[in-house]
């Protein structure tokens, strides 16, 4: 069975970071090219970053780019999402998903809010 269970959210500060984890399992993560979309509050899923199976190609929405960081440990069958510069419009619940794009969140997610 496909797991995917994230955490490292919580409540930030406008300029603060949070570092996500995304723990596998179920299947071959290593061959799998991932992703983290978010969710905000009465709007609809959002692709937010991806990362190839490798590690040597990833890709950022415009909103995040510069500011966030995606990376992954194989070894550890996790994914990350390094978020520096938190702004209130981040405030979303975060989910890892497979493939390239919003894909299909199996997660319960994790919450991030950014407020002052």
């Known amino acids: 069975e496909v797991q995917l269970v994230e955490s490292g959210g919580g409540l930030v500060q406008p300029g603060g970071s949070l570092r996500l984890s995304c723990a596998a399992s179920g299947f071959t993560f290593s061959i799998r090219t991932m992703s983290w979309v978010r969710q905000a509050p009465g709007k609809g899923l959002e692709w937010v970053s991806a990362i190839t199976s490798g590690g040597g190609s990833t890709g950022y929405a415009d909103s995040v780019k510069g500011r966030f960081t995606i990376s992954r440990d194989n070894a550890k069958n996790t994914l990350y999402l390094q978020m520096n510069s938190l702004k209130p419009e981040d405030t979303a619940v975060y989910y890892c998903?497979?493939?390239w794009g919003t894909g299909d969140p199996r997660g319960q997610g994790t919450q991030v809010t950014v407020s002052s």
């Open positions: 998903v497979m493939g």
